[in-house]
């Protein structure tokens, strides 16, 4: 049992591990490898170079697919060349794995103690990134260590060696255990390492060791799948092109093994380097055949993983006239027109989360996470968008539009994600226990939510307006919602000692609800801000005068009673 416990607990650190590696590596370096893969699409040969340095450097080809599902799905990259990288990713992989067959232990300690120090000295720096990178690296190293040794005593069990013995070779059952395998591990290193000490141990003999490599293989197409789920349907397609590709591979290469088994036994006869050459041979392989075919399965896996009409329609940016960039005067006034496509969202999202409320409709909240999701399409696209408008081409008053637009949208996008926020407590906390509120906080609720409404329709004039008297308005109301929020939360207090039922079961819930619409509403009135700076309105400071003077007359410090004003 303690032997099986080091055995997970390896894989664990090893999952870790390479987790820290590619957090690291991406934001050392995270903008200038997706700058590499997004270029990389002029020629099948670069797309599949770039796969293999930039996945060798990430020490995963899930967290390459992940990038290029981002960029399938924004239209940033065409499906047929983020296949070609994908398979450049499997190559990658296989080299990694290459590094790691070779006896490394002495390279652990020296790894993770340079990295603490670089770490924890200078965190907040590249250095600090750098030191963060090699101890993920020894802490990969360590945990082949650990599963490799464990593993021994493990090998040696009567009850294994009959189990591992019942794998006679046969092709279909060995594939699918290297393939369960890998997706409980979530990574093929391990198990590609794994197959390769038992091979040497004598567990197992080399063509069952073939097929669980071919099975690990497959399985990590798996892996890449299950990782991209969240993504649209899109975003799922690399990882679906990949797995096919893995599949047509396991097919071709199954008759065809006793061929490459002898070509592989003459360049090294060790049977646990054979295993190891085996599976950077099937990936090189794979990549040099099947890149030539990357358009048609694109075209496949898009008839396969075809678009939700209906999501793709309301998700699709409608004004955002790529002609219109080299005009940046007309490029504003589209990102503008469509920032106000995101508020129409999000004004339906509000008046959902209220519906929700009142009624407990469960698949009414599964339709507001959905929309949250167009709410983040479009915000990228209009990001996007805009980072394409020559800066240099931008007069003053242009700038600042630039940045009201900017701003707003993000100010948007996360009051999509406080609204999911929400969606979420009420399922959790509401609908799934069929709790309701007291009449009374129902009635506070629904009476920020019409403040909340009103805000948001003025927020939108605005932005489109620029008017003063609006923007001033605006901050006002900011004001009084706050306010009301403080004394609603009050009186929910009372009705707690009063012992009321309904409240005592939702009182989280109610408090977490009006101060989310309480920053809700202040994300709303943001836009109001440099309207108000640029007039000459906006005060410098939100202390009131006799309350900023108060420490020169005192000597320091807040005269007694003293409150802020905040705006």
């Known amino acids: ?19 820290i590696v590619r957090s690291g590596v991406l934001r050392v370096f995270g903008g200038n490898l997706r700058g590499v893969l997004a270029q990389s ?77 670089l770490h924890l000295s200078r965190k907040a720096t590249r250095a600090g990134q750098i030191g963060r990178i090699a101890i993920g690296l020894g802490l990969i190293i360590l945990a082949l260590q650990t599963i490799l040794q464990a593993a021994r005593p493990f090998t040696q069990a009567a009850g294994v060696q009959v189990i591992f013995g019942s794998l006679s070779g046969d092709s279909l059952l060995d594939l699918l255990i290297g393939a369960l395998f890998t997706v409980f591990a979530w990574s093929s290193l391990a198990v590609v390492l794994l197959t390769a000490a038992f091979v040497a141990s004598g567990l197992i003999g080399l ?34 092109g990949n797995l096919l ?34 599976h950077t041979a099937f990936n090189l392989l794979l990549a040099v055949t099947l890149i030539f075919f990357t358009a048609p ?20 940016a409608r004004n955002l006239d790529p002609d219109a960039l080299d005009t940046p005067a007309l490029a504003l006034a589209n990102a503008a027109r469509e920032a106000l496509r995101i508020g129409d969202v999000i004004e339906r999202m509000l008046g959902g989360v209220l519906e929700a409320t ?63 926020h929400i969606v979420d407590d009420l399922e959790q906390k509401k609908i799934s226990q069929g709790r309701s509120f007291s009449e009374a906080g129902l009635k506070e609720i629904e009476e920020l939510h019409g403040r909340l409404m009103a805000t948001l329709r003025l927020a939108l004039n605005v932005f489109l307006s620029g008017d ?8 006002a109301q900011k004001a009084e919602f706050r306010d009301l929020e403080r004394a609603y939360a009050g009186t929910h207090l009372d ?73």
């Open 358 to 420: 009142r009624t407990n409709d469960g698949k009414l909240a599964r339709e507001l996470r959905r929309m949250d999701d167009v709410v983040d399409e479009l915000y990228t696209s209009i990001k996007l968008y805009l980072t394409q408008i020559s800066r240099e081409a931008l007069d003053e008053r242009e700038s600042r539009r630039w940045a009201e637009i900017m701003s707003f949208t993000i100010n948007l996008e996360h009051v999509g994600d406080i609204v999911e």
């Open 297 to 316: 399965v694109a075209r496949l896996v898009e008839r396969l993983l075809p678009d939700d009409p209906q999501k793709a329609a309301a998700a699709q």
């Open 41 to 117: 699409v002029s020629g099948r040969p670069q797309a599949l170079l770039a796969g293999v340095g930039v996945t060798a450097l990430v020490q995963s080809s899930s967290a390459t697919a992940l990038i290029l599902s981002s960029f399938v799905s924004h239209k940033m990259m065409a499906l047929a060349p983020a296949l070609a990288i994908m398979l450049g990713a499997d190559v990658g992989t296989s080299l990694v794995v290459q590094v790691f067959s070779f006896d490394l232990s002495w390279l652990s300690p020296l790894l993770i103690g340079v990295g603490v120090i």
């Open 245 to 278: 590709f893995k599949l047509a591979g396991c097919v071709f290469t199954l008759p065809l093994l006793a061929l490459i088994t002898d070509a592989l036994a003459w360049l090294d006869p060790d049977p646990q380097r054979l295993v190891v050459n085996f």
């Open 495 to 567: 009705r707690l000692a009063w012992q009321t039922p309904e409240s005592i079961e939702t009182s989280s819930l109610h408090l977490d609800i009006i101060n989310e619409f309480k920053r809700i509403n202040s994300h709303f009135c943001a836009i109001a801000y440099p309207i108000l700076e640029e007039a000459g309105v906006l005060a410098r400071s939100r202390l009131r005068t006799d309350v900023a003077e108060a420490p020169a007359r005192n000597g320091g410090g807040l005269p007694d009673g003293a409150q802020s004003e905040k705006t």
């Open 207 to 240: 063509k069952v060791a073939l097929f669980l490599v071919l099975g690990a293989n497959l399985g990590s197409g798996f892996v890449a799948l299950l990782a991209t789920a969240g993504s649209g349907a899109a975003g799922r397609r690399v990882a679906l």
């Open 468 to 475: 003063l008297k609006s923007a001033q308005l605006l901050i």
């Open 1 to 19: 049992m303690q032997t099986l416990i080091s055995i997970l607990a390896g894989i664990a650190l090893l999952v870790w591990g390479t987790h």
